[in-house]
């Protein structure tokens, strides 16, 4: 069964303080890991598409890498905009379509 | 262009009554997700539609949820009898098959009394 956990579950930054979140995962054959953010009472939205080890991709202060087992999202000076919950997800190999497993989350809180 | 558009967006029903949930995916998409998020169990998938046919149901709860894609453009989420613990928020996605960039509603957020 594929899993995927992250951490922390939550984090609380200072504006201008760097840091990264985890999101470990479990599965037959990775076909893409994927990242989302979500803020309240919305749905996900689409951040990230990861496919294989040592791929890096970039989005404003935003940057997420891959290993065989894990994959972080790094976040360079935040700002109070930053702040929502970050999703992590796998989509294996095996399945028949293009089902995804969702980690819990993180909720980033950056104070100004 | 529209995105994925869900109603209700806010539901507050009785013990035993027939919940019905309705999504529109994004035009030119081919596969529908239905996802249940709680507090406790975060964004668990329940069904999902690839060309209107279910794929995977495994995740639905029991026999008191359905799902129904009649065409490519309109699918919904039954409950029947609902029940206290069905209160959570449900979201619509959808994507062109075999990606996983998805693209979610607003969701429906359910209440059980």
């Known amino acids: 069964e594929d899993q995927v956990t992250q951490s922390p579950e939550a984090l609380r930054l200072q504006e201008g303080e760097s840091s990264s979140l985890n999101c470990s995962y479990t599965?037959?054959?990775?076909?893409?890991l994927f990242w989302y953010r979500q803020d309240p009472g919305k749905g996900p939205e689409f951040l990230f598409t990861l496919y294989s080890a040592g791929e890096e991709k970039e989005k404003e202060r935003l940057k997420a890498t891959l290993t065989k087992k894990e994959s972080f999202l790094h976040i360079t000076a935040p700002k109070p905009e930053d702040s929502a919950t970050y999703l992590c997800?796998?989509?294996?190999?095996?399945?028949?379509?293009?089902?995804?497993?969702f980690g819990g989350g993180t909720r980033l809180m950056v104070k100004p | 262009d529209a995105g994925v558009i869900q109603s209700p967006r806010h539901e507050v029903t009785e013990m035993g009554q027939e919940v019905t949930l309705r999504c529109k995916p994004i035009?030119?998409?081919?596969?529908l997700f239905w996802y249940r998020q709680t507090m406790m169990r975060g964004l668990e998938l329940l069904i999902y539609?690839?060309?209107?046919?279910?794929?995977?149901d495994s995740g639905m709860p029991e026999d008191r949820f359905s799902a129904k894609m009649p065409n490519a453009s309109f699918s919904t989420l039954k409950i029947q009898p609902s029940e206290p613990r069905d209160s959570a928020v449900y979201f619509c996605?959808?994507?062109?098959?075999?990606?996983?960039?998805?693209?979610f509603g607003e969701g429906s957020r359910l209440t059980v009394l």
């Open positions: 997800a796998v989509q294996a190999s095996g399945n028949a379509g293009n089902m995804l497993t």
């Open positions: 599965v037959s054959g990775l076909r893409g």
């Open positions: 035009s030119g998409h081919n596969s």
């Open positions: 996605a959808s994507s062109r098959i075999h990606t996983g960039e998805l693209f």
């Open positions: 539609f690839n060309n209107n046919v279910p794929i995977d």
